[in-house]
């Protein structure tokens, strides 16, 4: 695996695309991308569209810190995919971060853009000083999700059932987990 010389400008099918840290100045558009990943069914992600913040918090929240930042892929500059990354707070917990709310909408799915963002979200991580190991939990029958996070090195080390529910179906997650010092980085 090769996470630093990842481009984050390619060509698709002759189509730019980039992937950049979001701002609070695109607070509007992944609100609504976010809205979109909330609805999608069966459902990959956890949270409830009505418990996600409104805009104001939404922008508070994009203002990248130390320990949190986001991360979008734009296709002509509409943004079309996200994904977070977030280190956890503790003194005794700081060598640990998790990835959280990979989605790309439908209509630019397997074109390359989720792995993208999941590669600049890891370029990030290897590159902080003391940020050994990335987490993250995903739906199991989120297989492209999966898929891409084997492909990139993450091992699943566990599988919480019934973590969610929804219209009387219930979710199990995988728990997964991807060294950094075993990483090969170059
Ligand atoms: C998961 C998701 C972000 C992938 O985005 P994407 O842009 O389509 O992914 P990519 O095109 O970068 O493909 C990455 C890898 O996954 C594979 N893949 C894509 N769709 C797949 C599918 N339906 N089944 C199996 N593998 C798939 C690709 O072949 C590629 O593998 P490779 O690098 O070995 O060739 C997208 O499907 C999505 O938003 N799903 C719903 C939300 C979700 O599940 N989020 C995860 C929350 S933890």
Redesign the pocket.
């Known amino acids: 695996m090769n996470l630093t010389t990842t481009p984050s400008h390619i060509l698709e099918r002759g189509v730019p695309f980039n992937v950049r840290v979001l701002t609070p100045n695109d607070a509007e558009d992944y609100h609504a991308l976010r809205q979109s990943?909330l609805h999608?069914q069966p459902p990959?992600?956890g949270s409830l569209p009505d418990d996600e913040p409104g805009l104001v918090e939404t922008a508070a929240r994009l203002a990248e810190n130390e320990d949190r930042c986001f991360f979008g892929?734009f296709q002509d500059g509409q943004l079309i995919?996200i994904v977070r990354l977030s280190r956890y707070s503790a003194a005794n917990e700081k060598h640990r971060a998790y990835?959280?709310?990979?989605?790309?909408?439908?209509p630019?799915?397997?074109?390359?853009?989720?792995?993208?963002?999941?590669q600049q979200a890891l370029n990030r991580a290897v590159h902080t000083s003391g940020l050994k190991r990335i987490n993250?939990?995903?739906?199991t029958q989120?297989?492209?999700?999966i898929?891409?996070?084997q492909?990139l090195g993450f091992r699943i080390y566990g599988t919480e059932e019934e973590t969610f529910s929804n219209g009387g179906n219930f979710y199990d997650e995988h728990l997964m987990t991807l060294e950094l010092v075993s990483a090969a980085v170059s």
């Open positions: 990943a999608e990959a992600f892929a995919g990835l959280a709310g990979l989605y790309v909408s439908p630019f799915r397997c074109k390359g853009y989720g792995k993208l963002l999941v993250l939990t995903v739906a989120q297989e492209a999700a898929h891409l996070y492909s």
